[in-house]
Each structure stands twice: as C-alpha cells, then as structure tokens.
C-alpha cells in the first residue's frame, strides 16, 4: 500500500478544499488529525485527513494543511473551528499530537516519513506491508 501525504498549503484559504474534499469523501475518511508543533516562538497547528485506500490500486491520500493555523489550544481561532464542525459532521474525533516543526528535516520527505511513523506506531495507519 502507497501512504502518501497531499499538501494543500498551509491552512489559509486552502483549509476550505479539506473541508470540502472531506465532505463529499465522508465515507473514505477514517482519522482526523491536528498536529501541534512549534516554530521559533509560534504554536501551530498542521490539519490532516486520512483517507481509507483506494480499491483497485491501495493508495491511501493524507491530506494535509501544514503549520499555518495557531494551536487552537493556545489561540482560538475559526479555521479550526471549521475542522471541529467538520468532525462533528462526520462524526469523528480530532486526535491530537505534538510533534516537531517540518523546519528541522533537511527535506520535506524526510519530515513525511517521520509522521508516518509516528501514526503507524499509535496504529493510526496500516503498517508498512
């Protein structure tokens, strides 16, 4: 199976696309994810749908919003609200993580694998098959 993140952008406007890609795909999504990170002296939040894979071919789309939203934990803020109102209306809970800023990878490939492993190992996603 094919794990693959789609970044959207960084959570401005873009956030409207996941909304949207989420609710006309409700039955494919399986988690919704708010990664809380800092960077330099900013807490923020990346946004991230899972989708269940795809039959024929086992690609599995984690659509993300990367570090563009305050940490709503620090800051309310609307765009996140929308992504509350987004799991209610699917009915599904936001898990939360904290995890480190894309800023300290050389590559973004390389922070891609890091929370991949980090959602194989909280059993988010399948294992690597």
Known sequence: MIQRFIELGEGYSDIYE????SRHNQNRVTQLLALHTKIDTKDVTSLVVIMQPTDPGKFQALYLCREGIPNPNITPNKRYELFKDLAE???KQIIEIDVKPSSMFNEKDLFYQYLIGIFRLNHI?????
């Open 18 to 21: 996941l909304i949207e890609t």
């Open 89 to 91: 209306y699917l009915q």
């Open 125 to 129: 996603i399948s294992p690597l098959q």
